[in-house]
């Protein structure tokens, strides 16, 4: 929570003493490449290997369009949350709720924020606990395949047991190894991805027709499509936090480092997404599946490979992800209920997070497609259009000039996100439950 605007009785030492603490605000040493390792192990997720499938859904001419659109328009808004983190001169908003509520108010703020942020973070924890149990299980199966056959629910459990023991790390600096890793791995299995599909060539009768046989099929796939690249793209969620680990002055303020990491990163991003997107696409055509690597099928080794790298991934995105999160719960915890800060309460705060993200990924085996669905809802908004509303409120760009017309644009083409892509997934949901056992 904003400090400033908590407790008044709260003595400038202790308001410090507090932020000290708050696993955001603890530590603000961080570089500019701190801020580029972590935005790209926040953006490059385990989700880019189904852009190829969403390509299949959307076709060659739209899915090549909103793909390059959504990285423009998302670039846009990161560089004016960039700038808006020390818009008010002596104020910088550690974090985005804090942003929101400058600009909407401080109820309205916290209502319009916090709860998409939190579908976000806790959302994408949740299928990060999942990905990495499956690939977990995956690599098992591969390497092992005269071995006993083992539930993917106990593997979900041994990902979880890591995240016990990294979440005890106790701020976002703590977790830079962790996250410089996971970037690597990331940049590996999506050039795994890309390189053995360009490797093994256009497969014979491949088309790039659609994939359904019926236009209703065609109209909702397009729809899950437009929900799978939005996905790709929510790492603006956490993008306020990361800034808010790096030193600032009047004469070095934090943006010049953290517009440098953050674009350092989206080149990577682009160096990673496009590739992964269209080449699997052109190999595969209409008969990609809607995970590229198991559409490799051999050779083993790699496939195996790239599910070892990618849960070594999802450990450091779950971090990246979790800390934001973390941050809320201990700000409530200490600022309005007056707990007392301590090791005990972070161990007992983390864990239980850690705890329950488990529990949904073991428990609802459809949580993928419900995402697709909160997805839009929340995440289109937090990373496409909600900066530009803040910026338009904040900043007040004269109207009809460059500036409002492209904030604008993007509220349109991110709003049209929010309202199509959960239709899909919807559909999705309901197609499929007949098929769905809770606890598998």
Partial sequence: MDLEKQKIELTEEEKKNINDWLPVTADRNAKWWYAAIHNVTCMVGAGILGLP????????????????????VTLFTLWQMVEMHEIVPGRRF???????????????????VVPQQLIV???CDIVYMVTGGTCMWQFYSIVCKNCKPIKRSYFIMLFAATQFFISNLPNFNSITTLSFAAAVMSLSYSAIAWIASAMRGVQPHTSY????????????GFLSGLGTVAFA????????????????????????????????AYIIVALCYFPVAFVGYLVFGDTVKDNIVTSLEKPAWLIAAANLFVVIHVMGSYQVFAMPVFDMLESFLVLRLNCKPSRLLRLTTRSTYVAVTMFLGIAFPFFGSLLSVLGGIAFAPTSYYLPCIIWLLICKPKRYSLSWFVNWFCIIF???????????????????????????
């Fill in 94 to 112: 550690d974090r985005y709720h804090e942003l929101g509520q400058y600009a909407f108010g401080e109820k309205l703020g916290i209502w319009l």
């Fill in 233 to 264: 793209f929510s790492g603006h969620n956490v993008v306020l936090e990361i800034q808010a680990t790096i030193a600032s002055s009047p004469d070095k303020p934090s943006k010049k480092p953290m517009w440098k990491g953050s674009l350092l």
């Fill in 53 to 72: 499938y969403a390509m299949s859904q959307l076709g060659w001419g739209p899915g090549a369009t909103i793909l390059v659109l959504s990285w423009v």
């Fill in 209 to 220: 027709g659609s994939r359904y046989e019926t236009n209703v099929g065609n109209m909702f």
């Fill in 414 to 440: 991110g709003a049209s996100l929010t309202i199509l892509a959960p239709i899909g997934a919807v559909r999705e949901i309901i197609v499929q439950s007949s098929t769905y056992k809770f606890f598998s």
């Fill in 121 to 123: 973070q806790a959302g």
